[in-house]
């Protein structure tokens, strides 16, 4: 092991604080460092809270190649792989290098306007959604194929591991997390004699992009929404996504099948 440091990222409620400072003695006590603020130079980042935590501190700390294990203090906390009575077993685990490190997909979208373009990187997901929850009309392509003009809530383009997150409550499929495919769910499409859009989502392969270009009526705003935080955009022309050449790594004890953890989290 190159250096004994562990970076622990934690997010403020009375469960986290209490298990972040317990985690921490027991660290220190087996020889470990824990950093107070995040060091580039740890080999393993411990986050203690829910899903959103763990979200929220891969974005961050810049996609960071150091893999990520989380500590469920949280509501679901379907990435949180350790639960807090299980401590320590992580310490021995982590002492006797008895796990694996799994990298995993995400998305990149490129946000063009007439001037300039911007890029997003998400984890779960980037929704595309109306302003002031207006209806919201998109060409759709894939891969220069012009496909649909969908018209209502918004679209959700979805990782693999984000399938089982927004994702699924709009009826999206849930995807094998080492399948490199985008997902791309309607939220609430119209179909009507004046509307007709896909009510299924679709899984478009890695190699392929999905382009959207918005119809403005009355509204030239647009909301972004990346793995939950809002981006509000004027006049966008296109926004294009695809599978992004970063990865973030997480770090796996090995006893948390993708399978279980559905059954166990949802069933
Ligand atoms: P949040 O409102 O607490 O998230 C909603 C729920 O989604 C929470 O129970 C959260 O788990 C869970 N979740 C997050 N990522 C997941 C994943 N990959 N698989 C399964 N469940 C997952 O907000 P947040 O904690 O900041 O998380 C942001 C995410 O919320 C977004 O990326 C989006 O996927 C999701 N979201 C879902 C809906 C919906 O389902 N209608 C609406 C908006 C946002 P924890 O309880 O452990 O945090
Ligand atoms: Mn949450």
Redesign the pocket.
């Given at each position: 092991m190159k250096t004994k440091k562990i970076n622990i990222i934690h997010n403020n409620t009375e469960k986290s604080l209490n298990i972040t400072s317990l985690l921490k003695e027991k660290l220190e006590h087996q020889g470990f460092c824990i950093t107070d603020s995040f060091s580039y130079d740890a080999f393993l980042n411990i986050c203690v809270g829910?899903?959103?935590a763990f979200?929220r501190a891969i974005h961050n700390f810049d996609f960071t190649n150091i893999p990520f294990i989380g500590i469920n203090t949280?509501?679901?906390?379907?990435?949180q792989e350790v639960s807090p009575e299980n401590l320590d077993l992580l310490i021995q685990k982590i002492k006797n290098q008895d796990y694996k490190i799994e990298p995993i997909f995400l998305v990149e979208g490129i946000i063009c306007t007439r001037t300039s373009c911007i890029e997003l990187i998400a984890i779960?997901?980037i929704v595309i959604k109306g302003y002031h929850s207006k209806t919201i009309h998109l060409n759709v392509s894939i891969d220069n194929n012009y496909l649909e003009k969908f018209s209502g809530d918004g679209v959700i383009v979805s990782t693999p591991?984000?399938s089982?997150?927004?994702n699924f409550?709009c009826g999206g499929s849930l995807v094998y997390p080492t399948l490199d495919v985008l997902q791309l769910t309607p939220i609430a499409p119209i179909n009507s004699k004046a509307y007709r859009s896909l009510t299924s989502s679709i899984i478009v392969p890695n190699s392929l992009l999905i382009q959207i270009k918005p119809e403005y009526r009355d509204e030239n705003s647009i909301l972004i929404v990346v793995?939950?935080q809002e981006h509000k955009y004027e006049n966008i022309v296109e926004i294009s996504f695809k599978i992004s050449s970063m990865k973030a790594n997480i770090l796996t004890l090995g006893n948390h099948s993708f399978w279980t953890n559905v059954k166990d989290k949802f069933l």
């Open positions: 829910g899903d959103g979200l949280g509501t679901l906390g379907f990435f779960n997901e591991i984000g089982t997150a927004y409550s793995d939950g």
